[in-house]
Every structure is written in C-alpha cells, then in structure tokens.
C-alpha cells in the first residue's frame, strides 16, 4: 500500500519549462539575473520553490560553465544529511559532468505522505537548476534513502536510471520503462546483500537493465571506484538508448576503465558479475569478443566453481543463523543472550576466511536492524519491560553503533532514570551521536529538559 500511495501522489508531478534558477551559500539567496561562480560548488540548504520549507543542497560540476545541458543525479541518505554522498561522490560528478542534488528532508521514519511531498519537490526543483537536462534526471540511495529512490524511479516522473545501495528492489515491482538501468550495489557485508543478489523479474529484457557490484565493506555508502561504475551505466544506457548521441571514443574510455576494475578482482564470482555489467553496457555499440571470451572461460573455471560452491554453503548456513537468532529475540532471556551471542561470536572467530567474516557480519547486521526495528516500535508502544530487554540486546549485539545506546538512553528515560539516562546518553555521543534536535524534541526526555545535568549533555552534541 505504500508503494501505491506513493506513486498516486507522484502521478501529477508537472513537466512545466524551466522558469528560473534559485542558489544560494551560506544563507544568500541568488536570483537567475545575479552571476555567481557555481562551478565545482557545493551549496547547502536550498529551499525548494514547490515548498520552501523542504531543502536541498546541489553540487555543480567543475566544468559547468563549459556545459550546455548535464544530467542530473538526485541522491538520498537514510539520516537526511544531504551533504555526505554529495562529497563523497563529487569527483565523479566532475569527471563525468553531473549535477549532484540531494534532500535534507527524506530521512527514515518518514510517513508516506511527507515523502511523497519531498519527492515532488525535489523532482520539481530540477526545473529551476541552471543547465539542468530534465531529460536525464537519474536518482540513487543508501539503504533506507535507496528505497526512497526506488519510489520516486518506478513513479511517472521519468526517471531515466536508478542506483541502489545497501537495499534491493521489491519483488515484481520494476515491470518496464522507465527506469531504463538499475545497478544495485551492496558491501559483502551488509545484512542485504541477498535482496541485491537475489532480485528476478518476469521480463529477460528487463534483468539485461540490471547490473549487480558488490564491494569489500558493509551496510554503508559504497566506495567511490564502485559508484562510478553507475556513473558509466547512467552514461552507456544514455548513449544506448539515444537520450544523447552516440560517442564512441567516450565509450571506449569508459570500457577501459570498467576493465581496469575487473582486473583488480579477485573473487571469481565478483569478476564474473563486472565482466556481464561491461557487456550489459556496451552490447550493441562495441564489439565485445574479449570480455565474451574471458567470462566464457572464468565460468568454466574450477576457482569459480569452488566459488559458487563456497557461497551456497554459506548462504545455507546463514539462513540457519539467521532464524536461530530472529527465534530467540523475544523468547530468550537476557542471560541466554549475554551467554549465547558471545559465545557464537568466539566460535565464528575461529574460520578466518573472507567469505565466512562477511557472513557473519550480515548476521550481525541483520539482527542489529531487526532489534532496532522491534525496539523503536516498542518504545513508541511504551512497553516500558519489552524495551528494556530489546535495548540491552542492541547493546550487546552491535555496541559500537550510537543508536543502540541513544535509544536506550530514551528506555531508561521512559522508566524515569536519569542517570541511567545520561549514562547511555555519554555514550552514544562518545560513538558518533550528532542529533542535538532529535534530544530536544524527544518525548522521553521531556521531564529531563530543565535538568542542569542533561542540558549540559546535549550541549556537547555537534550539530
């Protein structure tokens, strides 16, 4: 039903005529008439002309003045910091000559209607972004902000490709076009790896659209060389699909730069899945004997066998890990946790193999998300026992993760412990914690606001 919603209220988003072009840093407004350097720019906390409420930072590539038309790559994070893929993706919007923009309002915990009104806005704003070419608009996210982006790709707004981090795509959700590309990534990792590996759709010419990367890291954005595989996916299908005319050399360039990533590879499962994306790219406008041969051969190869071998063993394992630890959460009381969990930690220590760490990191992450999930719920319920035990299990299942130690912070808060309170408050600030409006605006910590103690607390939180 969210889905629906959601593209219901994405079905009216206009395709009027850019009108004019708002930009500002550091809180200056700039009208279309005033000239302001924009090249190789980032400005943060723009207001969108459909809701000026709603903001947004924008990045214009170093070669903006030079650039007639330049695509644009709309990016979500699941915290509402704009910024953060922004630069960490800012060389590739210059090399490849993009327009990066980004909400700070599309955050997880939104309703579907407050989404539904950010992504209206943001595609909106495209209008009114100098240079802006409104018939390459291309969007991408991170885990919670990759399923925000899923829904603004599969809505009428004509979204021409769709990058997915951390998080797959619904089953029977991608039925045609639009989107025109999908390139899903995930870390060997994170928790959802498998919705990236394990995504089908009833349409052969729609799954020759999606490239599949997986890179050494876990649940977070990915690492700049991958995402720039994207970059040349956005370009290719562009190219492909005659958004733009065709330019061969370009090309060329691009496929030698995805070459030089497969052979830095070397997991034969992770080359063969980068050698099929250089020939989903390319296939029909290069001539492709040498990637056709060298995949040929790596599927025939023993290494690749003993691969595939090794991950369906593991993903067997997994799956009983998985279910072993989702049926104690709840059933199983904190002793058994404060038993079992390490214990299974120890032992899985022992296999120091890549593939049998990644596996269990997805274990861990999997039951660190699902915890979270059970825990928000109940201290929203204030099921003031039921918190306490899912927040001590966060604690002991993932202990360097601010929010683990945040939201306990707010079960202790709930049952009127304030040192408790300010304990796992320190804490989580000491692991990363930055949301000092989050604190003030919290209903457990209502009673506590006029505390010395805790204003004290969060006035050491940096915004």
Known sequence: MRWIHLLILLSYISCQEKKSDRS??????????????????????????????????????????????????????????????????????????????????????????????????????????????????????FSGGARVASMLALSPAGIKGLM??????????????????????????DMNLSEVINFKTADPRLMSRYQMIRFEG??????????????????????????????????????????????????????????????????????????????ENLLKSPSYQQAIALEKQLNVQEERYR??????????DISWWEKEFPAWEKSAEKNK????????NRIKGMLSLATYMSLTRSISALHADQSLYLSHVYRLVDPENSEAWYLSSVTAAQSGNLGQCLDFLDIAIQKGFKDQTRCKIEPAFAAFQSDNRFQQMIYKIVN
């Open 24 to 141: 500002e840093n550091s809180g200056v407004e700039v009208s279309a008439n005033q000239q302001v350097e924009k090249a190789g720019h980032l400005f943060s906390n723009q207001s969108c002309e459909r809701d000026p409420a709603l903001l947004y930072s924008v990045y214009y590539p170093s070669d903006f003045n030079k650039s007639e038309k330049l695509p644009v790559f709309i990016l979500f994070d699941p915290h509402g910091d704009p910024d953060v893929p922004i630069q960490k993706y800012q060389r590739l919007a210059d090399a490849y000559s993009y327009i990066l923009i980004a909400s700070k309002d599309s955050k997880n915990g939104n309703g579907p209607e407050q989404t539904g009104s950010i992504l209206q806005a943001i595609v909106y704003q495209t209008l009114f972004i100098e240079k802006a070419d409104t018939n390459r608009i291309f969007t991408g996210g």
């Open 323 to 332: 279910n072993y630890f989702l049926k104690a959460l709840g059933s199983s």
């Open 218 to 295: 876990k649940h977070e954005w990915p690492p700049v060389d991958q995402v720039e595989d994207a970059f040349i996916a956005f370009d290719a299908i562009a190219q492909r699909d005659r958004f733009v005319e065709k330019d061969s050399a370009k090309l060329e360039k691009e496929r030698a730069t995805l070459n030089q990533h497969v052979d830095s590879l070397k997991n034969g499962i992770e080359k063969a899945e980068a050698l099929k994306n250089i020939i989903k790219n390319f296939n029909g406008m290069l001539v492709l004997h040498k990637e056709e041969k060298e995949l």
């Open 353 to 360: 193999s890549r593939e049998f760490a990644a596996m269990k």
């Open 164 to 189: 997915l981090c951390g998080a797959g795509l619904p089953a029977g959700s991608w039925t045609g076009l639009p989107p025109h590309v999908i390139v899903a990534l995930a870390g060997n990792s």
